[in-house]
């Protein structure tokens, strides 16, 4: 015989993953399924005699016996909560309740349906999470959809009051005591948690908190954008690593690279100076001569390494001042390709040079010339042997000039791309293959470059090239 409607019912309760009972208005369990034995390591008939208070978290019966008296009182259809049981074995059980009420045609409740969900994994791991998020040494903030502020740790709410001393709505893009690392005020679509909320993913964005310019501390924050399934933005996630020791480190570093190569400067300048005097001496010997010559090449090499120091340790402290004079550009990579080609010949690369007549200019001449032999001598000192380097120059529309300096060597890894124009930046392949270099001049460029309002470009390809593009306004 087919079993009937209420059978496979009964067949389906028996066998559900979930754990069920059927409970009379005393709190007894009249029926229970196999699961909720299973979950909770006992027998039908102990769940039958004893009641579910007697299996339940001593914290968590009060909150339980409230909602359940709420719901025999009418005042509740149903409710749920997640709470603990007691194992036979000692061991917690987590379990998420449903409860619904079951009432008579007059509405005078009979029984109760209690369905429990053991997620005592779930709750493990959430429990895991919570203490992580509370515990890393980093502000960890997620914004929903509306921009609201919807959690952080204590982390960073320690770090808001610094920023947002009369307090903070809980809105993201409110403006406060932050800044960037120019110092200046930061604009409400500027700020992290605002461009956050609008989607935009970014790591390493650094600004710095607080009113006291000499009390401020530095963060650097990443944010991720948090999807619903269906790709929709539903929030961000942002983390906020204080960075001020590092900043002041650096900062040191920076006045101590100025002053020390500020020192180093006046002696070398008296080296080189007697060195010219002995070099000149018609008496010397020939082994004696050659060795100056040694000496010579050597300190010139630390001069150039001094200057490109300085350089950077003016550039850093805004202090690269230019010389503007008229002059005129053509002549200038003409000269600095002159002088570059016996390096270039020296590694057979064919060194091409293509601008016009003249590129009459008003600029720094010797800062210039700084900047065209840095770029020529980076593509000859990447390219392999039998490559070729091309410098050209033109003038375009708008008075715009072009100088472009391009290569067919090694190339540059996208991963190194962002960083080669950083002070003291080398890419891993120029450090792979031995190639001599400090890491200084294309901060060096950049700096004289943008001194001279123009910009800076580079486009590479990994064993194909790089091209480098200045970018100057001629007014
Ligand atoms: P370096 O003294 O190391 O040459 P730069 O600041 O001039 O310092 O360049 C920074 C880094 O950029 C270099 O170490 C090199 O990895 C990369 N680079 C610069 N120019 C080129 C180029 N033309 N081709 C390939 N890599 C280059």
């Known amino acids: 015989m087919d079993p009937g409607p209420d059978e496979l019912w009964r067949l389906a309760l028996e066998h559900s993953p979930v754990g069920m009972a059927l409970v009379d208005l005393q709190g007894r369990p009249i029926l229970v399924n196999r699961a909720l034995c299973h979950m909770l ?52 059980v987590w379990g998420d309740l449903s409860v619904a009420v079951l009432r008579d045609p007059d509405g005078a409740p009979q029984q109760m ?6 997620v005592t994994e779930l709750e493990r791991e959430r429990r895991t999470l919570e203490a992580i ?98 790709g929709e933005l539903a929030g961000a996630a942002l983390a906020y690593k204080n960075i ?17 190569s500020h020192e180093l400067r006046t002696p070398l300048t008296s080296v080189l100076g007697h060195l010219e005097l002995l070099t000149e001496r018609p008496d010397l010997p020939p082994d004696i001569a050659r060795q100056l010559a040694v000496v010579e090449r050597n300190a010139f090499r630390l001069q150039t390494l001094v200057t490109d120091l300085l350089d950077v340790a003016r550039a850093k402290e805004g202090s690269l001042s230019l010389t503007l ?56 000192k990447y390219t392999g042997r039998e490559g070729s380097v091309s410098v050209t120059a033109r003038v375009g529309e708008d008075e715009g000039i072009e100088l472009v300096v391009s290569d067919t060597g090694m190339g540059i890894a996208e991963e190194d791309l962002p960083h080669i124009f950083d002070r003291f930046y080398r890419a891993g392949e120029a450090e792979a293959q031995h190639i001599p270099g400090t890491g200084l001049g294309l901060s060096i460029v950049r700096d004289i470059v943008e001194a001279h309002g123009g910009t800076l470009e580079v486009a590479s390809t990994v064993g194909e090239g790089s091209e480098f593009t200045v970018r100057l306004s001629r007014r």
């Not at 349906?113 to 053991?118: K, Y």
């Not at 903070?168 to 956050?196: C, I, K, T």
């Not at 020791?245 to 101590?256: E, G, H, N, S």
């Not at 020296?346 to 770029?375: K, M, T, Y």
Request: aromatic share 6%.
């Open 41 to 92: 390591g006992r027998d039908a008939e102990e769940l039958r005699t004893k009641g579910f208070p007697e299996f339940t978290h001593p914290d968590d019966v009060e909150a339980d016996l409230e909602l359940f008296g709420q719901a025999i009182d009418g005042e509740l259809d149903s409710y749920r909560m997640r709470k603990r049981y007691l194992h036979a074995d000692g061991s917690i």
């Open 133 to 230: 998020f509370e515990t890393v040494d980093v502000g960890l903030l997620l914004i929903d959809e509306e921009g609201r502020y919807a959690r952080m740790n204590r982390r960073h709410a320690e770090s808001m009051l610094m920023p947002f001393p009369d307090g903070h709505a809980g809105q993201a893009g409110q403006l406060g005591d932050v800044f960037d690392p120019d110092g200046n005020p930061m604009a409400r679509e500027d700020m992290p948690s605002y461009r956050a909320w609008h989607g935009e993913e970014f790591d390493d964005l650094r600004l710095w908190v607080g009113s006291d310019p000499d009390q401020r501390s530095a963060w650097s924050i990443s944010a991720r954008s948090v999807r619903e399934p269906d």
């Open 325 to 380: 004079d008229p002059l005129d550009l053509a002549m200038l990579v003409r000269d600095a390709v002159g002088a570059a080609r016996p390096a270039a010949d020296a590694r057979a690369i064919r060194l091409a040079c293509d601008v016009p007549e003249a590129i009459p200019l008003h600029a720094d001449g010797h800062r210039l010339r700084q900047v065209v032999d840095n770029l020529i001598s980076n593509a000859i």
């Open 244 to 260: 001020t020791d590092l900043m002041r480190a650096l900062k040191v570093k920076d006045d101590f690279v100025a002053s020390v």
């Open 113 to 118: 349906i209690a369905q429990v969900l053991d």
